[in-house]
């Protein structure tokens, strides 16, 4: 089961273009001296992609002072044997292993995943509770919350998310049974789906206003397959359900997550790698209102890498969002690179 759930999740990401990176203008980097909690990447072993401690230190290394990072669950090295529900177990236990090899000082300051998310099937119910026990256990004070991922289209041209999950995930009463166990054990819950789903993330946090809740990626905006060449619909769709989203406090919202494939914005059909400042600019109207409507304390940016690599270097993707925060106050900045994260996963 653990293999096929690893090669389920292979088809929702492509390897990064080395070649094509290697077009990339290097740039200096902005503001070298702000704090940079990244509160969003991944590590993998896959067979046609390795991102593990050594890349991501060579790329949380490459200028900007990030001084910490939260990993989000991706199947990585779940338990081959046991009870089903307590596979995903084995993957906060080998995190736990790679924050233990960095806070041993010997790779550098910079303390990789200091926060861990991980997955526990909430569609269990309250029977879900022993798993997140297990889960917490593992991170030895490091776990930090579940991602069920729901991201769900009719579409055969939309790939539904790697937990493969039924339509209408949020809203059912067993997947909230599990959910509800949330709180009451101190983690939060990452919303990932797509953009046509923020209505049944509205109805989640309401009922749920306890619980806190890290939406994940700007809210997934799609631009393929149905809603290719349909950029108006989707973004006045996405609009106005961020910010009615925005009205639920328990809700903050990752800035990133844009440079995925799925996306509005494919940067591959150029022939060399796009800058900062171009992806600032395509990047902005996704992000700005963001920030304008949950204010930069309920903000931060995420680099979502290795999936991000897709469009940019990690050095570049963060000169990004350095530009695109260019008019913020000191403190708004703080919030944004590392105050929101360090605040919301309890750094």
Known sequence: MNEDKNKSAIGSTLPPDAAWLARQEPEAIIE??????????????????????????????????????????????????GPAEMRPVGEAEFVNGVAAMSASGFYGPMQACAGIVGHADLLRGAAARPVLQALIAAGNGRFRGIRHAAGWDASKDIRNSHTNPPQGLYGRADFREGFAQLAPLGLSFEAWQY???????????RAFPSTSIILNHVGGPLGVGPYAGRKDDTYAFWKRHIVELAACPNVTVKLGGLGMRIGMV???????????????????????????AYGASRCMFESNFPVDNYTASYAVLWNAFKRLAQGATPAEKSALFSGTARRVYRL
């Not at 993998?44 to 990993?71: K, M, P």
């Not at 046509?196 to 509205?202: A, F, R, S």
């Not at 990047?283 to 700005?288: C, D, G, L, R, S």
Request: with cysteine; hydrophobic share 40%.
């Open 32 to 81: 070298p001296d702000l704090p940079i909690v990244d509160p969003h990447h991944h590590l993998w072993d896959r067979a046609n992609h390795r991102y593990l401690l050594d890349e991501l230190l060579a790329d949380t290394g490459s200028g900007h002072r990030v001084e910490a990072t939260v990993f989000v669950e991706c199947t990585a090295f779940y338990r081959a044997t």
């Open 195 to 205: 953009h046509t789903q923020l209505p049944e993330v509205i109805d989640l946090a």
């Open 266 to 292: 494919d940067f591959r059909v150029r022939e060399t790698p796009p800058t900062s400042s171009q992806i600032a600019e395509a990047w902005q109207p996704w992000v700005e209102p963001c920030i304008e």
